[in-house]
């Protein structure tokens, strides 16, 4: 039974190693639980909120020094890796912003799920199991935010995400997800129409790279396109990753569409705009989304971008705008917006998060800061009026919470600006 | 229990035979199906729907030719290696990434030497010819440098190992090198400046039923280039003293030993030769791709080996068979047969499960895949 | 003497080499921050402070000093110090010629990151413990020679032969307590240890799940999936020696089946977790004859390929435009619901638990029963030369297929649970990396035994896990790893024994035959 031994050997190593590793920081405290006794002499009690005991979720605890995180889940490697971090660096300066409530800081927790699902779903679970998250701004990608969606659902952890915006994802009648982004449906019918009528597009092309976000886009726009009278000439797929397109290209051109719309992000996109001048759409005008605006884009492009179009979604100059915009920049080196559309949503929706938790938390007598997480799921659901950067933010019964709709934008001389 | 007479046996013989003979029946039956269902979708593609013109097609050759170009040129490296050693070299991928990152650190720091400010230009683009040999010869010396190093430290020990060791060995040494890449340069996405003469793109143009086919200059020189070092290396192998020392440890490494061959350094040399050839395609790759980052050289690896596979691996001309057919099937495949692009990999996989069951050895290859029986 | 030194020189290069690449990796920093936090002093930002790389040098170059001297015992105290301080100087040289450069970049304000990405010149001031360049040079010149020489100079000490009989007399004490152990458990009282020791685990087990909190239940559950997938694939690669690259297809088809019938969308058809689990296994059982059929003539290499190729296809299948109406696409599957027993739900992370070490210990009985089968010999023998077990009568069609249908059906039981635990599944979950992380576990852990598989799994899966502060580097740590292994240990670190057919000691006394085989 040599075996056996090892087994049991290793089941010792197992507890052993159990035994030293760190806990888990602050433990919830679970429904309906005798409260919990001080430690502390005489004076103060420290009583558990009557509150935490009828939350569905229970409370999360913290005591003066800890921190409460916000979680992040974003690409924060590979190819994407420049949205992820610009998103999660204006989100970071929203935490910073929020300074010290009741001896307890806010930080946000940004983690690397890749943007896809897998990853979204392994974040999620992570963030579940870790009691010092409370809300998570996020996740950035669609297809992430709707694999974390249920495991979230399940611990009461809400989502405010600033840039996830395929249409089903609220329409899944999830409680926890919001978005302060304009849904895909909206950014696709704006998109079609200014296709349609004011490039005076008749035959459209679609390509998108098979991933949730850039598919689910694609087909959209196809679909309002034909609806306002236009012909999607032909709808192909691309595998990400890959850097040779000319092939699916050369069948695109065979049906010669005036304009191409491509759905996903700008790894490939800056190639589909590069290869489209050698595959016979020279002619053709580059239609991106919000996946494929940033300053990469530009360097990667460089002269075959000009006339590409994209999506974004930068605000008024404020004095709120301007002074996050300074803040950025003096912490990060680069001015917001640069890498990614969205670095002003990252902004409010981690603002819009850490107010809410501010207003829904309860002290105890010894300085413990209880926040209950039904109730913080709710508050979040019923975000009414917040002034942004981006905008003012109210929350319908789905979780949408969008101010704005998609600019548009386009590469001149160069440089991105203002569509006309 | 053990008593069966001549009577029981036979009709177990009997049953067995006819069991074997529907089996042997099944696999040409199954590959007459699939012929006549790719000849339908062809046919409904090309005379029925009319869908692509002379001048698509056009295009999808050339742009088939010039994946295909790539695939042989990585393909030769592991056929090569195979070829002497009966391995399969996992980290060849990984030799061409750090090779087509020489190229583009190379092509950086030229493109930033600037030579005269009126009008602004850079060595890069004053020297060009010389920038580009440059360019080759200092990714070449890396990855052959780094194939030797492989070679030395990760499969010389494990040479009389069973075959899965170095096999893994191959995937560890090709997840470390991956790894090292994205630790020491970063996993973003890096853009390749070309030299003005060589720009990514810009090739000649051919008016065929009134678009412009572009014929890339750097699609080219991919061609041109793999064909050469296909050559060079044949000859090397057919003609040199090396050639022959490495064709002898590839047929029997003992009795090559007792004929006075240096196994070790011929392998070791082997090595180096393949190395330089992946830092050859990984320096193309960069001129004509444009894109290097950490994990460039697993996928095409990946193609590159089911390109030498399909051509019959061990066999040199086999590898730019292989190459240049998977390219083909890759971008005139879909078009042809109707179906997504999505599904290119999809069909190059089938295609390679079809060409192996009727064809064990690939297409030009020698009988070394079958089981001898 | 000459060749002493030439072997010194060149652990030294070597040595050297690598702490340049660590250096260039960022690992010397790593390593800083790591002793920072160890002694509570916190470090603000990606730069600790000079003592840590000051200790961070001193154990390399004390590394450096152990090996060059470590299969040298015969030589005089003296000549081992000599050379252990020739090392650490080579060594030292070496990284001073890369600091040397690196004080270049920093003097003339050279960027460099954008060839090589750690060189920020905070992160080359730290490199030179904070001090101008040339003390910073020198300095560790002197630190590598310094601490290799003490190296050299501990090693010898512990080859005194006062510290080595300490040693000797201290294994040999360890090796007496075990062998009487061994002597107590297996006398008459076999029966009653064995019982103590399997309730002893039991209770482990069954208690563990429920104290250590949900985290660990996670981690600890994903390594008992990879352990079921260990011991499928081990069926496959390392009983029948058929190498599969894409096992991860059959895992996927599991995960599907789970997902598809349990989720509202894109079916709805809420066939509930039990009935899915089994088709899932049925299915990838079946799959698994099905792949097989067409590549029982290929050989090794060959079949590697093509079961990769296999692997691929399923995955872009599940992530196609086409099939997405029936599979749900690039999305992936929500929402899958968890299991039920008896009518009550069953999916806390405690009952996955619990269904997780059910299905290993299924997983586990299965496969040993097999590996001492009939079945298994029959493997063995196919592994060992196929030619030669056809010609002794085994028929190798069917015990090739046989192998790959279960070992397909455990991944199946795999996926399923997966899927359900997860409550998502997507296609680029079940990639080729996947397949090798378990192919690369059973090797490591040792290829065809369970205890292999077991230690395996726990070291590719539960480690990272609670080494988290290395992610960074841990697939470089793992790809080295791998390589290392190989050449050091192929077998495994849990090597597995051949049964071997013990003659009995008395010719007239045949008993049931069982000694001398892997327990």
Same mark, same amino acid.
């Given at each position: ?12 190593? @197992? ?22 006794? @001080? ?382 | ?152 430290? %990760? ?100 009795? %090559? ?117 | ?203 482990? *087990? ?12 996670? *981690? ?96 872009? +299948? ?47 009985? *299965? ?29 190798? *069609? ?56 077991? +230690? ?64």
């Amino acid at each position: 039974m040599k075996s056996l031994k090892f087994f049991v050997v290793f089941t010792v190593l @197992a507890l052993l190693f159990t035994a030293c590793a760190p806990k888990a920081t602050p433990t919830a405290v679970p429904v309906a639980t005798e409260a919990a006794v @001080a430690t502390e002499a005489p004076a103060a009690v420290d009583e558990v909120p009557a509150v935490c005991g009828t939350d569905p979720f229970g409370c999360a605890v913290f005591a003066p020094g800890d921190v409460i995180k916000i979680g992040m889940g974003a690409p924060l490697t590979g190819g994407d890796a420049s949205f992820g971090l610009d998103i999660s660096q204006g989100a970071a300066v929203a935490a910073k912003d929020a300074g010290t409530f009741n001896g307890v800081t806010f930080e946000l927790v940004a983690e690397d799920d890749g943007g896809t699902p897998e990853g979204g779903a392994a974040v999620a679970n992570k963030f579940a199991a870790d009691q010092a998250v409370v809300a998570v701004a996020g996740h950035i990608y669609s297809g992430a935010s709707a694999a974390a969606m249920p495991i979230y659902e399940g611990v009461g952890v809400p989502m405010l995400s600033p840039s996830a915006s395929n249409p089903p994802l609220t329409e899944q009648g999830s409680k926890v997800f919001n978005r302060i982004v304009f849904t895909d449906q909206t950014s696709a019918d704006i998109t079609a129409k200014y296709l349609y009528d004011k490039l005076g597009v008749k035959k459209l092309a679609l390509i998108h790279d098979g991933q949730d976000y850039g598919k689910g886009l694609a087909e959209l726009v196809g679909a309002s396109f034909a609806a306002l009278g236009g012909e999607v000439v032909v709808e192909e797929a691309i595998t990400p990753k890959e850097t040779d397109f000319t092939a699916v290209l050369s069948v695109i051109a065979s049906k010669k569409p005036d304009a191409i719309f491509f759905g996903g992000y700008t790894s490939e996109g800056s190639i589909v705009a590069n290869q489209m001048k050698s595959t016979g759409l020279e002619n053709a005008v580059f239609f991106g989304c919000d996946g494929t605006f940033g300053a990469e884009f530009l360097t990667r492009t460089g002269a075959n971008g000009e006339g590409a179009f994209a999506v974004s979604l930068t605000p008024l100059d404020t004095p709120a705008k301007v002074a996050f915009d300074a803040a950025y920049e003096s912490a990060y080196g680069k001015k917001p917006g640069e890498l990614s559309p969205y670095t002003w949503n990252g902004y409010d929706s981690t603002a819009a998060l850490i107010d809410r938790v501010k207003a829904l938390a309860v002290v105890n007598a010894v300085g413990k800061v209880f926040v209950p997480r039904g109730a913080l799921v709710d508050a979040v659901r019923g975000l009414k009026d917040f002034v942004g950067i981006s905008g003012t933010y109210t929350c319908d019964a789905k979780g949408e919470c969008n101010a704005n709709g998609p600019l548009f934008m386009v590469i001149k001389d160069g440089a991105w600006v203002p569509a006309p | 229990m053990n008593e069966s007479g001549p009577l029981p046996v036979a009709q177990k013989g009997d049953k067995h035979r006819k069991r074997v003979r529907i089996i042997k029946l099944l696999r040409p039956a199954l590959g007459v199906v699939v012929l006549l269902f790719i000849l339908f979708r062809m046919y409904q593609v090309l005379v029925v729907q009319h869908e692509f013109g002379p001048d698509t097609w056009t295009r999808l050759l050339i742009s088939g030719l010039i994946i295909g170009a790539v695939y042989a040129l990585i393909a030769i490296g592991y056929t090569l290696v195979y070829g002497i050693l009966f391995m399969i070299n996992f980290a060849h991928g990984e030799v061409m990434m750090f090779g087509a990152y020489a190229g583009l650190f190379t092509f950086q720091a030229f493109g930033a030497i600037k030579i005269s400010s009126v009008p602004p230009t850079s060595f890069l683009n004053a020297y060009p010819v010389i920038a580009i040999i440059l360019a080759f010869l200092i990714g070449m010396s890396i990855s052959a440098t780094l194939g030797y190093f492989l070679e030395k430290i %990760a499969y010389r020990p494990l040479r009389k190992a069973p075959r899965l060791v170095p096999l893994i060995s191959a995937i560890g040494a090709s997840i470390f090198l991956q790894n090292a890449a994205q630790l020491l340069f970063s996993p973003q996405l890096r853009d390749v400046t070309n030299p003005e003469i060589l720009k990514r793109g810009e090739g000649w143009k051919i008016l065929i039923n009134g678009s412009n086919v572009v014929i890339s200059y750097t699609g080219v020189f991919t061609f041109v280039l793999s064909v050469l070092l296909l050559i060079g290396l044949y000859i090397i192998v057919r003609k040199t003293k090396l050639g022959r020392a490495m064709r002898a440890v590839a047929l029997d490494k003992n009795t %090559a030993a007792l004929m006075g061959i240096d196994v070790n350094r011929t392998i070791s040399r082997t090595f180096i030769i393949s190395g330089a050839l992946a830092g050859a395609a990984g320096v193309m790759w960069g001129l004509h791709n444009g894109l290097v980052y950490y994990f460039v050289g697993f996928i095409p690896g990946i193609k590159a080996f089911t390109a030498a596979v399909l051509g019959g691996i061990g066999n040199l001309p086999g590898a730019m068979v292989g190459g240049l057919f998977l390219g083909i099937i890759e971008s005139m495949g879909p078009a042809a047969l109707g179906i997504d692009f999505q599904l290119k990999d999809v069909l190059a996989f089938v295609i390679l499960i079809i060409v192996l069951t009727f064809r064990p050895s690939g297409l030009l290859g020698e009988v070394l895949a079958e089981e001898k029986v | 003497m000459k060749t002493l030194i030439r072997q010194a020189v060149r652990t030294g290069i070597t040595f050297g080499i690598v702490n340049i690449f660590f250096v260039l990796v960022g690992f010397n920093m790593l390593l800083g921050i790591l002793f920072a936090k160890l002694s509570g002093i916190k470090q603000p930002g990606a730069v600790p402070a000079p003592q840590f790389l000051i200790i961070y040098t001193l154990l390399i170059g004390l590394w450096a000093g152990l090996s060059s001297v470590s299969k040298k015992d015969e030589l005089v105290f003296g000549k081992k110090v000599l050379l252990s301080g020739v090392t650490g100087l080579t060594t030292g040289v070496l990284t001073g010629l890369l600091n040397t450069v690196l004080a270049f970049l920093l003097i003339n304000k050279i960027n460099a990151r954008d060839f090589l990405t750690v060189l920020s010149f905070d992160f080359i001031k730290g490199t030179l413990f904070g001090l101008p360049p040339l003390q910073g040079i020198l300095l560790t010149v002197l630190f590598f020679t310094i601490s290799s020489v003490f190296g050299g100079i501990v090693f010898a000490l512990l080859k005194l032969k006062s510290v080595q009989s300490k040693w000797d007399g201290l294994k040999a004490l360890i090796k007496t307590s075990y062998e009487k152990i061994q002597v107590v458990t297996h006398g008459r009282n076999k029966l009653l240890w064995q019982i103590i020791s399997i309730s002893l685990l039991a209770v482990v *087990v069954v208690i563990l799940p429920l104290k250590w909190g949900s985290y660990w239940n996670y *981690v600890f559950g994903t390594v008992g999936l990879y352990v079921i997938l260990g011991l499928g694939l081990n069926i496959i690669v390392g009983l029948s020696g058929q190498l599969v690259l894409g096992y991860i297809a059959f895992f996927a088809i599991g995960a599907y089946t789970m997902a598809l019938l349990n989720s509202p969308v894109p079916h709805n058809l809420m066939w509930g977790f039990w009935p899915a689990l089994v088709l899932g296994v049925v299915l990838a059982a079946l799959a698994g004859l099905l792949l097989g059929l067409p590549l029982m003539r290929l050989r090794g290499d060959y079949l590697a390929i093509v079961t990769l190729g296999f692997g691929e296809i399923i995955r872009i +299948l599940l992530k196609s435009d086409i099939l997405t109406k029936f599979t749900g696409g690039p999305r992936g599957i929500q929402k899958i619901s968890g299991p039920t027993l008896f009518g009550k739900p069953f999916a806390s992370d405690i009952d996955f638990m619990f269904l997780i070490i059910g299905g290993v210990l299924l997983a586990v009985f *299965v496969y040993s029963r097999l590996q001492h089968s009939r079945t298994g010999r029959a493997w063995l023998s196919i592994r060992e030369d196929e030619l030669v077990a056809r010609a002794s009568g085994v028929n190798t *069609v069917t015990y090739k297929l046989l192998a790959l249908a279960i070992g397909a059906a455990f991944a199946g039981l795999a996926g399923g649970i997966y899927a359900s635990r997860n409550q998502f599944t997507g296609p680029d979950e079940h990639a080729l990396m996947a397949s090798i992380n378990v192919l690369s576990l059973i090797i490591v852990g040792g290829m065809g035994n369970i205890p292999g598989t077991l +230690l395996g799994a726990f070291a590719l899966k539960g480690l990272p896990e609670i080494l988290r502060e290395f992610a960074n580097f841990r697939l470089l740590a793992f790809g080295a790893l791998l390589v290392f292994m190989m050449l050091s240990r192929p077998e495994g670190l849990i090597p597995s024994r051949r049964p071997k057919y013990q003659i009995p000691k008395d010719p007239d006394k045949i008993d049931s035959g069982k000694e001398g085989k892997n327990g």
